[in-house]
């Protein structure tokens, strides 16, 4: 039974690399946003700084997908959050939880759809919309969220021709 990957410790500094760079970028990221407030787009964030360091010459790794996916993804959430709290206000009454899980699970659902037919996939992506949706935004929150897109975007570009896929 394998525990450990044999590649990675036959050759263990471009792995060493590229999760330095991981870890340097979302250190500039984390540094910036909200993240206990904003769990989900931290996690999604997180996502997309696995598949740009450890699958860079993926197709979700590539900058149509990246930017794309994100820019969907954060229309698709504010609509999602703008419809949540018109229902909460048509339903003063009921409880904010059905919504909340209804218009979160379309949020996700439909910036998926879109993704795929904008032909711009990038999966980790649906997290903002998730939580755009569920926790609403701010005009800072989506300044942030595009500013960590764009600095993982140009880092990936910046770094492209060294880095390697190591899954």
Not at 49 to 70: C, E, H, N, V
Not at 92 to 99: C, E, I, M, Q
Not at 103 to 114: E, T
Not at 137 to 151: G, K, N, P, R, Y
């Amino acid at each position: 039974m394998k525990i450990l990957n044999p590649k990675v410790i036959q050759n263990m500094t471009p792995y060493l690399i590229q999760c330095g760079w991981a870890t340097l970028t979302m250190l500039i990221v984390l540094l910036f946003l909200d993240g206990l407030f904003h769990a989900a787009i931290m996690a999604s964030l997180g996502s997309t700084a696995f598949t740009i360091f450890a699958m860079p010459k993926s197709r979700a790794a590539g900058t149509r997908p990246l930017i794309g996916g994100y820019l969907i993804s954060t229309g698709v959430g504010m609509v999602g959050y703008f419809l949540s709290f018109l229902g909460r206000q048509i339903f003063t009454s009921a409880s904010d939880r059905p919504l909340f899980i209804i218009f979160g699970s379309l949020a996700v659902g439909l910036s998926i759809f879109m993704m795929i037919l904008a032909d711009c996939e990038h999966p980790p992506a649906a997290g903002l919309a998730l939580d755009l949706a569920l926790n609403g935004w701010d005009h800072d929150t989506i300044t942030l969220v595009w500013s960590a897109v764009l600095i993982l975007a140009l880092v990936k570009r910046l770094l492209k021709d060294s880095l390697i896929d190591l899954v």
